[in-house]
Every structure is written in structure tokens, then in C-alpha cells.
């Protein structure tokens, strides 16, 4: 007797099993048996997190209720905890699903704060950057523009320069020019000069000669007429 009502037993507590291996989809809509549970994938809904507590204790409540009911028949009883593990389930990622919104707000909210608190922090600094930026930029605008005026200035300064030169240059080329015009007209000059010179002492020397032979004549004349006058004077 034990013997049969220990086997009784096993084959009763197999029957669930049996019965959830066996049953098919008219089993499970006539009994309105729920689906099996799908991949929920994580939504970001404020409905959710709102109403996750109470759907959880309404879930609780009702499947607690509904195995008090079916706890006499073991196949409703099998469908019921079935039931209450896909209700647990859903509760279970719908209390995921809110936790992860919480940290997702949480985590947007401190980056939001962080950004706030960065941004204050890097915008004098960015401020005062762009304020060096647009000074070097003048200053560089300003060397650009005083070495363009002294580049310029240079540059006429040399044009005067060269132009000075050049006319100093030339000149320079007539004076040489004139100079050798007058070295030439001076030796000319002096040649002339010369000649003449030659002339006149050659004429001097003429004259000179004439006038000492006259001398000479007039002293042997006067020379001869003394001893003429002499011999007289004796006779």
C-alpha cells in the first residue's frame, strides 16, 4: 500500500509536466494562458516609472489570488505560477526599465551639471583667449601695415637714392667732359703761346744782334775817327 500510494503520488506530481509538454493553442486560449515572454527593450517613459509600483503590487495581488483559487487543481495550478513568472518577469524588467531610466536621468542631469559647471569655468578663460587672439591679430595687422609704410618709405628713399646718384653720376661725366675739353683747348693755348714766344725771342735775338753790330760799328767808327783825328793833330 504505501508502495502504490508513493507511485500515486509520483504519477500525480508528473502530471503537470505532462500536461504543459501536451498542451496545445486551443489549451491555452480556452484557459487564456498568456504568451511567453518576449525581449522587452529598454524604453525611456516617465508612464513607467510612475505606474511600475503599483502594476507590481496589482500583479502580486492578483496572481496571489489566483493561486489561492487554483491551488486545488494541479494543471491551473501550474498555469498560474507559470503565469506569475511571466508577471514576474515583466515586473522585474519593467522595475529594470525604471531603474535604468533613473540612472539615465541621474547621469544626464550630473552631465548637464558637469557641462554647466565646465562651461562657466572655461568660458572667461575661452573669453579672455579670444580677446588675445583678436589682439595679436591687430598687432600683427598693425606690424604688417608700419612694415609695409617703412618698406615703402625705404623704397622711395633708395628710388631718391639711385636718382641722386645718377645725376651725381652724370654729373660727374661732364665735368670730366669739360675738364678734358679744357685740358685739350689749354695745351692748344699753350702751343700757341709758345710759338709765339719763340718768335718773339727769335725776333728779340735779331734785334738784339742788329743792335750789337751796330754798337760795334759806331766803336771801331768812333775808334778810327780818334786815330784819324790823332794822326792830324801830329802832322
Known sequence: MPYKGKKATSKTAKRPRESSDSQSDDDVVHHNFPPRPEKHVIEISDEDSSSSDQDDQQARGSALKMTRELHG???????????????????????????????????????????????????PLFQQWEKDVMKVGQEEDSFVNSSNQRAGTMYNAMMAQRATIDEAKTVSDQFLKNVQVLEDEQKVLDAIEQNKLENEMQSLKKKLATENQQQDLAAIESCLHSLFSEDNEED
Open 73 to 123: 487543481d494541479p494543471k491551473k495550478s501550474h498555469l498560474a505560477k507559470r503565469k506569475q513568472y511571466c508577471q514576474d518577469v515583466k515586473t522585474s524588467i519593467d522595475t529594470l526599465n525604471e531603474k535604468l531610466v533613473r540612472i539615465f536621468k541621474t547621469q544626464q542631469r550630473e552631465r548637464k551639471m558637469l557641462r554647466s559647471k565646465y562651461s562657466k569655468m572655461f568660458e
